[in-house]
């Protein structure tokens, strides 16, 4: 069975630093580029950042650039996002996802909050 | 950045009836890279349409996709109770990929 799943979301305060797992099994996992998708409360998902499938190519919405860092370990079948420098507007759902351009499979995601 | 804007906001419709959604990006989407996505309550999204008109994995043939350049359309021939949820376009032609703010297709 394919499955992601998220780990690492909490509470934390502004200008605090989390850093996101996601655990991927059922899949040949070194084969895709992976996402982070977040949705904030109430609002529009939202693409945060991309990394090719060998990891030698990673990219950032504007509104992280500077401050977030996507990575992987193929050898463990797993995705990260260290998230530094929060603000209150990061406070969201955060979602990996496998992509072909199309976000074919999702975790379930983890809750990250942002707040003093 | 391409915006994406769907409509209508909210569509209330019965079971057994026929949806139409509509979504509408601010400039051209190339080569036709539309996804569609529906969302339920406190779960992921899950993928319905890529490709404006390609249906993925295990989704039933209700559901259609249709559209190119700045107009495209989700068709779900005849609602089943398990469709009403929300949904979202989502483009992936163009850097950053975006999503639609989503119709919520309702129990009439």
């Known amino acids: 069975e394919v499955q992601l799943v998220e780990s690492g979301g909490g509470l934390v305060q502004p200008g605090g630093s989390l850093r996101l797992s996601c655990s991927a099994s059922?899949?040949?996992?070194?084969?895709?580029?992976m996402h982070w998708v977040r949705q904030a409360p109430g609002k529009r998902l939202e693409y945060v950042s991309a990394?090719?499938?060998?990891?030698?190519?990673?990219y950032y919405a504007d509104s992280v650039k500077g401050r977030f860092t996507i990575s992987r370990d193929n050898s463990k079948n797993t995705l990260y996002l260290q998230m530094s420098s929060l603000r209150v507007e990061d406070t969201a759902v955060y979602y990996c996802a496998t992509s072909s351009g199309w976000y074919a499979r999702w975790g379930q995601g983890t809750l990250v909050t942002v707040s003093s | 950045e391409i915006v994406l804007t769907q409509s209508p906001g909210t569509l209330s419709l019965s079971p057994g009836e026929r949806a139409t959604l509509s979504c509408r990006a601010s400039?051209?989407?190339?080569?036709?890279?539309l996804a569609w996505y529906h969302q339920k309550p406190g779960q992921a999204p899950r993928l319905l349409i890529y490709g404006a008109s390609s249906r993925a994995t295990g989704i039933p043939d209700r559901f259609s996709g249709s559209g190119s350049g700045t107009d495209f359309t989700l068709t779900i021939s005849r609602l089943e109770p398990e469709d009403f949820a929300v949904y979202y376009c989502q483009q992936y032609g163009s850097s950053p990929y975006t999503f639609g703010q989503g119709t919520t297709l309702e129990i009439k």
């Open positions: 990394i090719t499938s060998n990891g030698g190519s990673t």
């Open positions: 059922g899949f040949t996992f070194s084969s895709y580029a």
């Open positions: 400039q051209s989407v190339s080569s036709s890279y």
